[in-house]
């Protein structure tokens, strides 16, 4: 069965009305900035992350073969044995002690036969935690699910606006401290990272949606528990602006050239420079890492994986670029519904 018969397990929808928000921060990494009044306009946004059972029946009704499901080109991969390039995903793996906190290599392994049916890899599977966000899919999985559904991914602008649930410019999107009155959020790394993870409420990795508080707008795990996809190209400076226009298909006018940037993601080093025109050939030829050959989108909301001493990104502002062929452990998504 096709069509909307078949969605009826999707997310309810919350309405965010249109409004205007400071976004961006220059508090921690300097890819967030620079602050600036951005407008939303007026949307619906799913109540929580996409779930391994959601991507289930999506499957089920179209066949989609995940990204993670199919052996790497070789041609992303020069020089690498022909041996490893079969399908799989990037897994995260506790360490067993300390280690340098810029040796990322050290905690992610590339494991043949991950994905998100079996996300530790062969012998695995999702039985048990059907109600936790979907993870190992890469853009074009989420993109394909959205459009099945009916819907979109949101842009950077939208998510972060979402996110702060009316608020207004504090540090986190329920406030100034980490953890009101002792109560934990959200799903971050309580611990020691990346060795000792203590369990958030007694989570390790993702937890099930809806199991941290929700913000002002009623949305959960917009902050924590998977880093989320947007259909931003992730550029930095004033370019922002354009990269997100484009991503809701407005176009929009020339932007100032900014000076070059570099900037590491959560899972692995990754850079970026600038752009003076938003033209959207220009724009994803930028966003491409050195090196690599797949355009970069801006992840938005943090992980599990977030600790202060390593990824202090659960705050609404915090935003990490991934190549969008990228499957990994702490990587979902949601969908949003705009006004035709």
């Known amino acids: 069965m096709t069509g909307p018969e078949a969605r009826g397990g999707l997310t309810g929808l919350v309405d965010v009305p249109a409004g205007s928000f400071r976004m961006g921060s220059t508090d921690f990494y300097p890819e967030e900035g620079p602050v600036r009044e951005v407008r939303v306009d007026a949307f619906a946004v799913e109540r929580h992350p996409v779930t391994n059972a959601q991507f289930a029946a999506f499957v089920a009704d179209t066949g989609h073969v995940t990204v993670a499901e199919q052996a790497p080109d070789p041609a992303d991969f020069p020089g690498a044995d022909p041996a490893l390039l079969v399908p799989g995903g990037l897994v995260f793996t506790p360490t067993p002690g300390p280690v340098p906190l810029d040796r990322w290599d050290l905690w992610w392994r590339w494991q043949p036969g991950a994905c998100w049916r079996t996300p530790q890899g062969p012998g695995s599977s999702t039985d048990g935690i059907e109600e936790h966000p979907v993870v190992l899919v890469a853009y074009d999985d989420a993109l394909a699910y959205a459009r099945w559904a009916g819907r979109d991914l949101p842009t950077e602008a939208e998510h972060e606006y979402a996110a702060r649930g009316g608020g207004g410019t504090s540090t986190y999107a329920w406030g100034e401290e980490r953890t ?30 809806g199991a941290f508080p929700a913000n002002g707008y009623g949305l959960h795990d917009l902050v924590g528990n998977v880093w989320e996809w947007t259909r931003t190209l992730f550029l930095t400076g004033a370019d922002r602006d354009a ?32 752009v003076a025109a938003p033209d959207l050939q220009a724009l994803t030829e930028r966003s491409v890492a050195p090196g690599e050959r797949h355009p970069r989108r801006v ?5 599990h994986l977030c600790a202060p001493e390593y990824c202090l990104r659960y705050r609404p502002p915090a935003r990490s670029p ?15 519904l705009r006004a035709a």
């Open 180 to 209: 009101p009155g002792g109560r934990l959020m959200a799903n971050t790394w309580q611990g020691r990272f990346p060795y000792r993870n203590d369990g958030a409420d007694g989570w390790r990795g993702t937890s099930p949606v």
């Open 243 to 274: 990269a997100d226009e484009l991503a809701r298909g407005d176009g929009g006018g020339p932007a100032p050239v900014a000076e070059a940037a570099a900037v590491s993601s959560c899972c692995a080093p990754d850079r970026s420079t600038m």
């Open 299 to 303: 992840l938005k909301g943090g992980s």
């Open 322 to 336: 991934q190549s969008e062929d990228s499957a990994t452990t702490h990587l979902g998504f949601r969908c949003v």
